[in-house]
């Protein structure tokens, strides 16, 4: 194996050699292609994948999702009607509503994972697509990315979804149960955003950003 | 010990390199501070204290698995009269009410999941020092299993979140956060931090299945 051949292949280096994240065993990237995925030889851990020139589709599939985002938190994800009492709620109007009440660690909880780990999560990778886009190292690139990676198990938009699924359920039977705009933008965000961390692929972003002036 | 028939790797740590935890990139670690050369993460061979704080956060976790489970999350006040339940409780309730697919999710998410998270959490810790070789692929596995599935818990959290920001309705019906989703939101967290503070490749070092430098 030359060694040029390998310097664009996911999370190589110079040396070809790649380190398990979960067992640390050192081993060889085999050249990799469009969709292969690379796995620890001993202990099977996913350690990358090699997309093509799809890097290009993640920036719209993330702006997108940030529109989504700021829908789902201004119109109502769920609303309930009981005797023409009408009480509906959005994903910032619910953590608003539980510091209202007192409720306060339960309200920065979901204030936490619900708005702003996805938020950040979201704005630091347009950033790092932009700069990508625009051909330009810029100096906050390795803190976005860094912040990316540490954010993802923090960002629980698909649970918040799902919670707000259970308890339209639970209040079924006491009210009637409307789904609003809220909830249809929720199910948007966690498509494109698991869409476009599908599609980034954090060595072939670095292969791609070593290269720029 | 059986290390004698074990395979024995070599590791980027055994050669005195780091596989970057952002990036993947492999570095040479060449002084304490050493930062990746790619994405500036600062390198290191392991995650710095890793049994201690994984041990920390873990008991922690367990203490407050007590208060989570006696105390009520949610407390009711509808024209049907007064209630509060524990979060075993509002799995029962879910189940008579007839969405029992619904009940069995949050059955998993809030009761079994926890739980198990704790075991196995202990079991790997506990592994570690005292150096097992048995089952090493198959606990390699639970750890990815545990990071995969732990933050799902909080989908009570949610439920709760919901209930209490949307019913609202004055004389009708209302809905207050009980103590124990504080401690059981907590819980989930802190277990989240301890398998976040675990280091998988010491499952591998202690089992003597890594080379040493």
């Known amino acids: 194996m030359t060694v040029s051949s390998q310097v664009h292949d996911a999370s190589a280096t110079e040396s070809g050699l790649i380190a398990c994240r979960d067992c640390d065993a050192l081993q060889a990237v085999p050249r990799l292609s469009a969709g292969d995925v690379i796995v620890c030889c001993r202990c099977g851990a996913h350690l990358g994948h090699r997309r093509g020139a799809s890097l290009d589709r993640v920036l719209p599939l993330t702006l997108t999702a940030g529109v989504m985002f700021m829908l789902a938190n201004t119109s109502p994800v769920v609303a309930i009607e009981v005797a023409g009492n009408r009480s509906s709620t959005s994903l910032l109007g619910t953590v608003a509503e539980l510091y209202r009440q007192g409720v306060t660690g339960v309200a920065l909880m979901v204030f936490l994972t619900g708005f702003v780990a996805p938020a950040a999560q979201l704005i630091s990778l347009a950033y790092a697509l932009a700069a990508l886009a625009a051909r330009r190292r810029l100096r906050a690139l390795p803190a976005a990315v860094r912040l990316l990676a540490a954010l993802r198990p923090w960002a629980m938009v698909e649970i918040f979804m799902l919670g707000a699924l259970v308890s339209l359920v639970k209040l079924a039977g006491l009210a009637r149960v409307i789904p609003g705009v809220g909830l249809w933008s929720l199910f948007g965000v966690i498509i494109l955003t698991a869409a476009a961390h599908a599609t980034f692929d954090a060595a072939g972003y670095w292969a791609r950003i070593r290269v720029l002036p | ?213």
Not at chain 2, 34 to 39: N, P, V, Y
Not at chain 2, 79 to 106: F, H, K, Y
Not at chain 2, 197 to 207: H, N, T, V, Y
């Open chain 2, 1 to 213: 010990m059986s290390s004698l028939s074990a395979v024995q790797y070599p590791t980027a740590a055994s050669l005195g390199l780091s596989g970057c935890s952002v990036c993947g990139q492999l570095n040479r670690v060449v002084a304490s501070d050493s930062l990746c050369r790619h994405c500036g993460m600062r390198l290191t061979t392991r995650k710095p204290n890793s049994l201690v704080r994984s041990w920390a956060f873990l008991l922690a976790a367990v203490i407050l698995y007590i208060p989570a489970n006696l105390y009520p999350v949610l407390e009711s006040r509808t024209v049907a009269g007064d209630e509060s339940d524990t979060i075993l409780q509002g799995v029962v309730l879910l189940w008579r009410s007839g969405s029992w697919p619904l009940a069995l999710l949050v059955f998993f998410a809030s009761i079994v999941v926890p739980l198990l998270k704790l075991l196995a959490m202990t079991l790997l810790l506990v592994s570690v020092h005292a150096r097992w070789t048995w089952r090493l692929h198959e606990r390699a596995r639970l750890f990815r299993l545990l990071e995969f599935v732990g933050r799902w818990s909080m989908l009570d959290i949610y439920v709760v979140a919901f209930l209490v920001a949307l019913v609202r309705l004055r004389s009708l019906a209302t809905m207050d956060a009980g103590p124990g989703a504080l401690a059981f939101g907590a819980v989930v967290m802190l277990s989240m931090l301890a398998a976040q503070s675990f280091d998988p490749r010491l499952l591998w070092d202690s089992a003597g299945h890594n080379e040493r430098a």
